[in-house]
T-cell receptor
């Protein structure tokens, strides 16, 4: 069956460290993978998109990698801050229309 | 830019009642999506419109759920009759053209509680 898996346990890190979140998928061959941030009581907010022919994408302190062989994307936040605390969702487009399928998300807590 | 606007923010109703959730997409956006979020199942796509036409409603759980988009600036998701298991946060999202891989803009959601 098709699955998108993200760590269900919260990730707790110290301010200033690099946070690394994982998104694994099975039985999909996505052309695109996206990452969103969701704060409590709010809708998800788009952060980054990476295409299947791109290995890595960066935006300020954020970096995303996409390994289509491993069927995995890694999301990094460098020099993390308490304001980065949120749930991070990966999403992919399985093909055809722009029908985004989301993982369950990983909650990140950055402690001062 | 006002963003995607959903109403109401919170809805509490009794089992068997009709519930209507409303969404105004970002002006100029041609694609609209309804998602449902629960702790158990995460974010699930219910239905997707492009240029006001339903493209994929395979995520609509059952006939009790219906969605309409009468014009480019308004969509409704209706549940009739509602059941306690429908309790969730319902999100509406829009995107500019519906191009594959395009980012979505989400509203703040409607928290639905069916007692």
């Amino acid at each position: 069956s098709q699955k998108i898996e993200q760590n269900s346990e919260a990730l707790n890190i110290q301010e200033g460290k690099t946070a690394t979140l994982t998104c694994n998928y099975t039985n999909y061959s996505p052309a695109y993978l996206q990452w969103y941030r969701q704060d409590p009581g709010r809708g998800p907010v788009f952060l980054l998109l990476i295409r299947e022919n791109e290995k890595e994408k960066r935006k300020e302190r954020l970096k995303v990698t996409f390994d289509t062989t491993l069927k995995q994307s890694l999301f990094h936040i460098t020099a993390s801050q308490p304001a980065d605390s949120a749930t991070y969702l990966c999403a992919l487009v399985p093909g055809g229309y722009n029908k985004l399928i989301f993982g369950a998300g990983t909650r990140l807590a950055v402690h001062p | 830019d006002a963003g995607v606007i959903q109403s109401p923010r919170h809805e509490v109703t009794e089992m068997g009642q009709e519930v209507t959730l409303r969404c105004k997409p970002i002006s100029g956006h041609n694609s609209l999506f309804w998602y449902r979020q629960t702790m158990m199942r995460g974010l699930e796509l219910l239905i997707y419109f492009n240029n006001n036409v339903p493209i994929d409603d395979s995520g609509m759980p059952e006939d009790r759920f219906s969605a309409k988009m009468p014009n480019a600036s308004f969509s409704t998701l209706k549940i009739q009759p509602s059941e306690p298991r429908d309790s969730a946060v319902y999100f509406c999202a829009s995107s500019l053209s519906g191009t594959i891989g395009e980012k979505l803009f989400f509203g703040s959601g409607t928290q639905l509680s069916v007692l």
